[in-house]
């Protein structure tokens, strides 16, 4: 069942900013990963979708009805984790829970308080005292109690520790195999990796299929401190993009097999190397290139 279907969407602010002819379908017990840098739209899109921002061009189909036709009814399927955090009310969660559970005039106490306990949140703290990482994953709770058939979320993992994303994934991987569909904008590359069927890259406005490139290649963010100074010459290699460079020292973005970068750097009069996993933001140079 197809639960997302955009056809030619067009949501632009100025010449330069927003999205432009967005094709994409989304199936159930599937997670569609869309990355990009700050401000390449990919909040717009969400918005898009669950009818926040009213689209210039083209048509939104959800779980086969339209949203400015039957909003109510829709929404209740529908799970999102905005790129804002929630006003939340002073009170404590077990007095929120009521106050859900009314709204939906169902009893989603149990879902709730599993979520909670997964999460290791206490059911009788106030919500005004809960630190920032722990307003997140009541956020993701919001968003997912009630196990939607589409689920839209927005940097989940910000404010989150190793420990909550491992749980974080562990619930979307079951939500999917239930039957949601996920879309997940993030700029954490292994958390996306994890969990997505298609990977996307919003960039100029427009959307570009990266999953073959992403899957193919083993990005690496390397820092390297030398005796002696370093010019964008000597780091003329293969597989390497966004070289910066400052004085002895230089830090790049490579894609390749290590062996050869590392027999390629010992050629220099190297003091330290540091190898990290980067962010999404600092491949998307690389992965440019190669499409």
Same mark, same amino acid.
């Given at each position: 069942m197809?639960?997302?279907?955009? *056809?030619?969407l %067009?949501?632009?602010?100025?010449?330069q900013?927003g999205?432009?002819?967005?094709?994409i379908?989304?199936?159930?017990k599937?997670?569609?990963?869309i990355?990009?840098?700050?401000? $390449?739209?990919?909040s717009?899109?969400?918005?898009?979708?669950i009818?926040?921002?009213?689209?210039?061009?083209?048509?939104?189909?959800?779980?086969?009805?339209?949203?400015?036709?039957? &909003?109510?009814?829709?929404?209740?399927?529908i799970?999102?984790?905005?790129? &804002?955090? &929630?006003?939340?009310?002073?009170?404590?969660? +077990?007095?929120?829970?009521?106050?859900?559970?009314? /709204?939906?005039?169902?009893?989603?106490?149990? #879902?709730?308080?599993?979520?909670?306990?997964?999460?290791?949140?206490d =059911? !009788?703290?106030?919500i005004?005292?809960?630190? $920032?990482?722990?307003?997140?994953?009541?956020?993701?709770?919001?968003?997912?109690?009630?196990?939607?058939?589409?689920?839209?979320?927005?940097?989940?993992?910000? /404010?989150?520790?190793?420990? %909550?994303?491992?749980?974080?994934?562990?619930?979307? +991987?079951?939500?999917?195999?239930e039957?949601? %569909?996920?879309?997940i904008?993030?700029? %954490?590359?292994?958390?996306?990796?994890?969990?997505a069927?298609?990977i996307?890259?919003?960039? !100029?406005n427009?959307?570009?299929? =990266?999953?073959?490139?992403?899957?193919k290649?083993? &990005?690496?963010?390397?820092?390297?401190?030398?005796?002696?100074?370093i010019?964008?010459k000597?780091?003329?290699?293969?597989?390497?993009?966004?070289i910066?460079l !400052?004085?002895?020292?230089?830090s790049?973005?490579?894609a390749?097999?290590?062996? /050869?970068?590392?027999k +390629?750097?010992? *050629?220099?009069?190297?003091?330290?190397?540091?190898?990290e $996993?980067?962010t999404?933001?600092?491949?998307?140079?690389?992965l440019? #290139?190669?499409?």
């Amino acid at each position: 069942m197809k639960n997302l279907i955009i *056809n030619n969407l %067009s949501k632009m602010y100025n010449e330069q900013k927003g999205i432009k002819d967005i094709n994409i379908t989304l199936e159930d017990k599937r997670c569609m990963a869309i990355l990009g840098k700050s401000g $390449s739209g990919k909040s717009t899109l969400l918005k898009c979708i669950i009818n926040e921002l009213a689209v210039d061009t083209g048509k939104i189909t959800i779980l086969n009805g339209n949203l400015k036709d039957d &909003y109510t009814n829709i929404m209740r399927d529908i799970g999102y984790l905005p790129d &804002y955090p &929630y006003n939340f009310p002073s009170i404590k969660i +077990k007095d929120f829970i009521k106050t859900i559970n009314k /709204y939906y005039n169902l009893d989603y106490t149990l #879902n709730i308080t599993n979520y909670l306990n997964s999460f290791n949140l206490d =059911i !009788n703290q106030n919500i005004y005292d809960l630190s $920032s990482g722990e307003k997140q994953k009541l956020s993701l709770i919001l968003a997912f109690f009630h196990k939607p058939k589409l689920l839209l979320l927005d940097e989940p993992t910000n /404010y989150l520790d190793n420990n %909550s994303i491992h749980t974080l994934t562990n619930i979307l +991987k079951q939500l999917k195999y239930e039957g949601t %569909s996920i879309i997940i904008v993030s700029h %954490s590359l292994n958390f996306t990796i994890d969990l997505a069927d298609d990977i996307y890259l919003l960039n !100029n406005n427009t959307i570009l299929d =990266i999953k073959n490139k992403i899957m193919k290649k083993d &990005y690496k963010k390397v820092t390297i401190a030398l005796k002696d100074m370093i010019t964008y010459k000597d780091l003329n290699l293969k597989g390497l993009s966004n070289i910066s460079l !400052n004085n002895e020292t230089a830090s790049f973005i490579y894609a390749g097999e290590m062996t /050869y970068l590392l027999k +390629k750097l010992s *050629n220099f009069n190297l003091l330290d190397i540091e190898i990290e $996993s980067p962010t999404i933001e600092e491949i998307i140079g690389g992965l440019l #290139n190669d499409l």
